[in-house]
């Protein structure tokens, strides 16, 4: 039988305020290239970055507010060299705006209490699962394995990741 006190305590303990942080607090917080990356709208390296290759289950968050962005459920191999996602979590936390950067036009996709810069989004993604690749910088992210969700506090979000899903290799 459930305990409704002890239930809406863990509820309560899940819950994260997220916040936009200072520049200047994120510039001791973040790696130079992580601040590179979200605060100057950087490129990391392809395929030389922390989660192309990430596999497991769990939940990638802005590295900036830390607020749940993309789920592993979403995320595929599309052969780009930075990990790559068929949608975010909801479209309410991400922003997209047009970049006219490098002599072309790009959709830029930010997190939009973050305001931190993420990546592209590319309409060459699966088709059975939408058509887009949110083609995503592993600096401007932190993962969190399934395993840890609710220690870390992301406890209310493990509904969106699928710990038996396997991971999807496309190419584009």
């Known amino acids: 039988m459930n305990n409704p006190e002890k239930d809406s305590t863990n509820q309560n303990q899940n819950k994260q305020a997220f916040q936009k942080a200072d520049p200047a607090q994120l510039k001791g917080k973040l790696t130079d290239l992580q601040y590179k990356v979200t605060m100057e ?6 395929f030389a970055n922390e989660y192309n290759d990430t596999e497991e289950p769990g939940l ?5 507010t830390g607020e749940p962005l993309f789920s592993s459920d979403k995320k595929f191999d599309s052969g780009c060299g930075w990990p790559s996602f068929t949608a975010a ?3 309410e936390l ?7 950067s490098h002599g072309r036009r790009r959709t830029e996709v930010r997190s939009k209490l973050g305001d931190a810069h993420l990546g592209h ?4 993604g699966p088709e059975e699962d939408g058509g887009l690749r949110y083609c995503i910088n592993s600096a401007a992210l932190r993962f969190i394995p399934y395993t840890k969700l609710v220690e870390e506090g992301y406890g209310e979000w493990q509904d969106q990741v699928d710990p038996k899903k396997r991971y999807k290799r496309y190419s584009h």
């Open 121 to 124: 989004v590319f309409a060459d």
């Open 89 to 91: 979590l909801s479209e």
């Open 41 to 46: 709208a950087a490129t990391e390296a392809p």
């Open 60 to 64: 990638y968050v802005d590295i900036t």
């Open 94 to 100: 991400i922003e997209e705006k047009v970049d006219l």
